[in-house]
Every structure is written in structure tokens, then in C-alpha cells.
DNA sequence: CCAAAAGTGTTCATAATACACCCATGC
DNA sequence: GCATGGGTGTATTATGAACACTTTTGG
């Protein structure tokens, strides 16, 4: 925090005064996009189903409101995704902040939407508070536009509550403009410190949703990743059909 | 807003007892970075002097409190921008939202930051209810980062109130990053309906800091805008100086 | 030997950059 | 005619995409 010069003695007698319930206040809530990657390398994204109202069974992703003045909106963000999955650093980064009226229908609620990058097996699903079910949905697509896909369960749009499904499509499409020139598609990895190019490439076709030639992706990870010293060779490899692939190793910062 | 199924009357019930007090709420602003190119086609940001506590006659970007349940979050931005500057229907857009402990020394204040794009003359500039003065400043460097000013006044980070100079370097950020794959330069032209090819370079210049190569910048333009229908040949020169310059417009959406 | 996946090399189209030079106007 | 800014053309290099081909493993 920065500090301030020297707050004078009337500021201080101000800020005793000063009345907490003078304006009208709205409730805020952050609320977490949480993608994964399933084993048949789909992007999957995590729903609950709500056990209280409003919308009261329907699916939602995950969140809850701020604790004014015991914690920061990103730390806020930070104990939702632990109190659903229960992990802790993993990539979670704000995404968008939506505040139209009436999207909540209790009062006014001001939603400050994350998008969390965590691989599969790090995840502990368990539903939290509100939630009476927890669970992972692959993304897909038809006519009608998004869907969410858990064996014999499908999710449309108009099944999730609140403006969730605007957040989600948001959240998707900053995930696809950034993968090209951000380090995002690491997060997903397995294993940042020991993953082949083949298995990275595999996230990026997830991402966009289309199949990408692997001699350029090569090409253009190691030009940009490899020689820049952000990723480096580990000079080992690994086998296990065809040609043992080479091994690399994601530094961080 | 999206439309919700059936809700019951269990759930009407509910809603109706739900005690808006249960959580600690914090207060939440709009506050906006407003720029715009000054005549030496500098950039200028506008800034107000508190009036009131916390940061009293420190300076500070406008904004102020969301009136919940009266107007959305981005409503409260262009209001602000109303009663700041006297403009509407200018480029006003969600940037981020700031909500770090103890950034307010008041209560929990959550800052939602907006940028705003405006040609210096629709700028009706006026202090607002909490403003002792509203002022343009030309954004410079120095070695000890970002400053501000307008005459004999220079003003720098440490002198800005609250957490706002890392508002508006990230505003900064936000616009150079953005200026080269979205049409925002287009919002800072006096007369987006007749401008030259020069007049929109300069802008680009003042954002990205550097000059740029005239017969390139052409290349692009009328690549990435003529082309495509973006912006149309007006088929008129205008002549000041020099051989007379074509005229372009710029078509919205 | 064969399938499968890793890895190499070549070609082509497009884009970014630098820069030499010509054009139309006002004075 | 000459300064001034507008406008054209060309060469160089970097990037992105398509694809033919070779290499190394397990079975």
C-alpha cells in the first residue's frame, strides 16, 4: 500500500467520524472461473450446483461474497478456490467485473470474476458452503451456442445461474486472444518442470480449438521459449510410443 | 439480463426475507482515467484536487460512489463522466478493478477503474461536488517514473492520492497494448467522420511514445481499414501545408 | 519390419521495417 | 522555385502456415 504524508489532525478526527453507512452499499462477490484440462484433453470447467436461492439448483461457478475489510478481493478469490478445490497457488488472475442491475436478484451484487488455470490432478473437488454438488463439465459447442458435458448430464446456457454464462464465454475468449503471447498454456501442464512440446501443443489445440502443426509449434517454442531462456532443455527424454521425446523445463518469471 | 425459470414461491418467499445486512459490505466507486491529445498532441490525462478527506488537496483521477440498486457499475462511470467533463457517448471502458486492504483509509473501498477516450474540445471540464479544481496534465517521464503537468505545476506519483498512479499506469499500459488491434485511436480524432492519415498517426505516436515511418503507417491504414470497409474513402483533400490530404471516415462498429 | 510419435528441412505467402524518391500545394 | 507535408515504390527481413521427409522407439 502507499503511504500517505502525514495525515493531519483533522484528518484524523475525520476518519473517526467518518460514517460507514452513509452510502448504499452493494454486496461484492468473487466469483471463479476454474479451467482444467480432462484426460482426453478437453478444456473442462468447474460448476457447482447451488443448495440455496436464489437459483437454487441450478449450476454456477464458483465464488462467494468479500469479507469487507478482513480480506482483499483477490484474496477473497484466492479462499474460494481453496474452500472448492483446495489448492492454493495456482494461476488466478481477474478477468472482468460485472455490475448490471438485477443480475443478482436478492440486491445489488457486484461480481468480481477470476479465471484460476489449474491441472487436473491438483484439484480436490468438494462442494462448499451454498453448494449441494461440485463437479467438472467439458466445454462444448452446438447450435444454440456453449454446452457443459458430464457424462449423461448437459448443461446449456440458460441452466446456469446468474449472468454465469456471459462470465464463462468471456472467460474463454481472453483465455484463446492471450494463449499466443502470454505463458498461460503452462499452468496447465502436468508437470511445468518436465513436459514434452508434444503435451504443450496438445493444450494449445485444446485452447483453440483446433488441431496445430506440430513441426511449426515447435518451431515457434523454441524461438520464443527456449531461446529466450523462459523455458529451458533438460536434455533428457521420455518414451513411451514412437520416438522418446525431449524434455523441457518451464522457469517461472 | 438474463430471464430466470419459474422461480417459486418458496423462492419469492426467501427473497423477500433475505436481510441485505447479513454480510459486511464495502463501497464502490467508478473511477475513471479520462484521456485525451492536447495540441501538441501530447498526451493529457484530467485530474481533480480533493476537496474533501482522506488525501484533502491531494490530486486524484475522477470518480465516486455507486449508488447500488440506482444504476449498473458502468452507468456509475459515465455518470461520473457526465458530471466531470459534461460528455456522453464517448469511448468508456472497463479497465480494472482495484481492491487491495487498506487502499481507502476510510472503509473497504472497492475501486471499479474505467479509461476514457475523449477529443480535447468536447471536454467541458468543471470540478465536480468533492473537487477543489479539474485540471488537463501532459504525461511525461522522468527518471523516477511517470509525471504529470500543466505549467508550473508538476505533480508525480507520490503526489497522487489513493492507489491511482498504479491506475493510471496500467491504463497506459492498457492503451498501448490495445492500440495496435482495436480501433481505439479513432476515438481521440477531432472529427472521426473526416480525418487525414497524418492526424491519426500522431496519435499513435503520442501513445506508443515513438515516432512512426508516414509510408508504412499508409500501408497498414489502408490495409487494415480501407479495405475493409472499417473506414471509407471520402474521395476530398484538405490542404494546410504540403500537397493536399485525403480525407478518410471512420465507421462505428 | 511396421506403426507411431518425434524431429528436420524446404517452400510460399504475408507482414514489418527501412528508405529512396516523386507530387501538389502555399508563399 | 523551394519548403512542406502527402503519397508511391522497392528491397530486406521476419513470421506463419503447409507439407515432405527422416529418426527412434516399442512391439
Not at 482483499?72 to 495456482?90: F, G, Q
Not at 460485472?98 to 484439484?123: C, E, M, N, Q, W
Not at 474463454?172 to 513436459?195: G, H, M, S
Not at 488441431?211 to 523455458?231: A, E, I, M, Q
Request: net charge neutral; charged share 35%; hydrophobic share 35%.
Amino acid at each position: 500500500m502507499k503511504k500517505r504524508n502525514n495525515p493531519s489532525k483533522e484528518e484524523k478526527e475525520f476518519l473517526e467520524q467518518y460514517d460507514v453507512t452513509k452510502f448504499e452499499r452493494p454486496s461484492v462477490t468473487a466469483d471463479i472461473v476454474i479451467f482444467t484440462l480432462d484426460d482426453a484433453d478437453e478444456l473442462n470447467i468447474l460448476l457447482i450446483k447451488r443448495g440455496g436461492f436464489p437459483y437454487k439448483d441450478c449450476w454456477a461457478i464458483p465464488g462467494g461474497f468479500l469479507e469487507a475489510g478482513k480480506e482483499s478481493i483477490d484474496e477473497a478469490a484466492a479462499r474460494e478456490l481453496r474452500t472448492e478445490t483446495n489448492i492454493d497457488d495456482v494461476y488466478l488472475k481477474q478477468l472482468y467485473t460485472f455490475g448490471d442491475l438485477g443480475r443478482d436478484p436478492r440486491t445489488t451484487v457486484i461480481s468480481v470474476a477470476y479465471t484460476a488455470l489449474v491441472p487436473k490432478h491438483k484439484l480436490d473437488i468438494k462442494a462448499g458452503d451454498d453448494a449441494k454438488e461440485a463437479k467438472l463439465f467439458a466445454i462444448k459447442y452446438d447450435v444454440n451456442g456453449i454446452i457443459f458435458t458430464n457424462g449423461n448430464t448437459v448443461i446449456t446456457e440458460s441452466d446456469l445461474a446468474f449472468d454465469h454464462a456471459e462470465i464463462i464465454k468471456m472467460a474463454i475468449t481472453r483465455l484463446r486472444n492471450r494463449i499466443d503471447y502470454e505463458d498461460d498454456a503452462f499452468n496447465l501442464l502436468k508437470n511445468k518442470e518436465k513436459f514434452t512440446i508434444s503435451e504443450l501443443k496438445r493444450i494449445h489445440e485444446t485452447i483453440k480449438n483446433r488441431t496445430l502443426d506440430l513441426p511449426n509449434f515447435r518451431k515457434t517454442f523454441l524461438r520464443d521459449y527456449v531461446s529466450t531462456g523462459k523455458v529451458i532443455d533438460l536434455n533428457k527424454t521420455e518414451s513411451s510410443k514412437g520416438k522418446p521425446a525431449r524434455l523441457y523445463k518451464y522457469l517461472e518469471r
